[in-house]
């Protein structure tokens, strides 16, 4: 079993950033990425609050956040972390994944959040019409076609504005509606939810999923870490994942350090 100083699930930008932090330190450090590094905001066209660059797209950001994550030689594997579990004896960590199985003296959890699925019955109402969660990936496909948003916050105001511009009409209900008969695709922006079941048996979590930590990024259990917007906080912006990214990395070469 492959080991590694510190292990980081999610390559965010909270993720990325512990990597960068605990790379430079001079530990090994290994992040795990289920899909693409960037996370969610690699679909965001414009960025105008990320200090230094206005006007930057997310997949850009993301980019170059990775090419400077690979440049210090960090070690990034497209793999989904399953399980994890403490070694017995304090003796550090277990990480399982779809593919391998890997040792740590250190876990920073930073796994986000995913958008919130639509209920069963909508669902079962949307049959087999195209179901989307990101209008800017999927909403060209609906040229000149009716489609339905879902939602009743801000991002399903920005769906709509921006598939305004492209579909024949666009509808806009509630959660839990039914759903236009003749609507060909269904957006759903009925908000987000954090990605912390894989670590309900490690830490902490409250009633709403995140995992408890205060701003020193210090988790229930010694030698796991907690960045991003999986974490108990009132902002959940990128220079706030930056930020607990820098914290929990450095808490956790504080923790190695002195064991
Ligand atoms: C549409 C939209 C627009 C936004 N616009 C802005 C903006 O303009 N400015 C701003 O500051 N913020 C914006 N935000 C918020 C910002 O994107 C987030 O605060 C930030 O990206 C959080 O980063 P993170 O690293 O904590 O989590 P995420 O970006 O969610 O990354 C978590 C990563 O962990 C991975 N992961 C999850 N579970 C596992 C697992 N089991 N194994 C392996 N990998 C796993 C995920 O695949 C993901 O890549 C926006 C968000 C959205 C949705």
Redesign the pocket.
């Known amino acids: 079993m492959q080991y590694f100083d510190v292990i980081i699930?999610?390559?965010?930008?909270?993720?990325m950033t512990a990597g960068i932090y605990v790379k430079r330190a001079g530990l090994s450090v290994l992040i795990?990425?289920?899909?693409v590094h960037g996370?969610?905001?690699i679909n965001?066209l414009n960025?105008e609050?990320?200090p230094g660059d206005l006007g930057v797209s997310g997949a850009d950001l993301a980019n170059k956040i990775y090419g400077q994550v690979s440049e210090l030689g960090v070690e990034v594997k497209y793999e989904?972390?399953e399980t994890m579990n403490e070694i017995s004896g304090k003796k550090g960590f277990r990480v399982k994944t779809d593919e391998n199985e890997y040792s740590c003296g250190a876990i920073i959890l930073?796994?986000?959040?995913e958008p919130r699925r639509l209920s069963e019955k909508q669902t079962a109402d949307a049959g087999k019409r195209a179901i989307s969660y990101c209008a800017t990936c999927d909403g060209a496909l609906y040229k000149d076609k009716p489609v339905v948003v879902v939602g009743s916050g801000n991002?399903a105001k920005h769906e709509i504005r921006y598939l305004e511009n492209i579909a024949s009409k666009v509808y806009h209900i509630h959660h839990d509606d039914p759903i236009p008969k003749d609507a060909e695709a269904v957006f759903v922006a009925i908000g987000?939810v954090p990605?912390t079941k894989?670590a309900k048996d490690l830490v902490d979590i409250n009633s709403e999923g995140y995992i408890v930590a205060e701003e020193d990024c210090k988790t229930s259990r010694a030698g796991v870490f907690v960045a991003?917007?999986?974490r108990t906080k009132k902002v959940?912006?990128?220079?706030t994942?930056a930020g607990d990214g820098a914290i929990a990395a450095e808490a956790a070469i504080d923790y190695l350090a002195k064991k």
């Open positions: 699930v999610g390559a965010g930008i909270a993720g795990v990425e289920k899909t996370g969610q905001i965001t960025i609050n990320w989904e972390v930073a796994m986000g959040t991002t987000r990605n894989v991003g917007d999986c959940r912006q990128l220079v994942a």
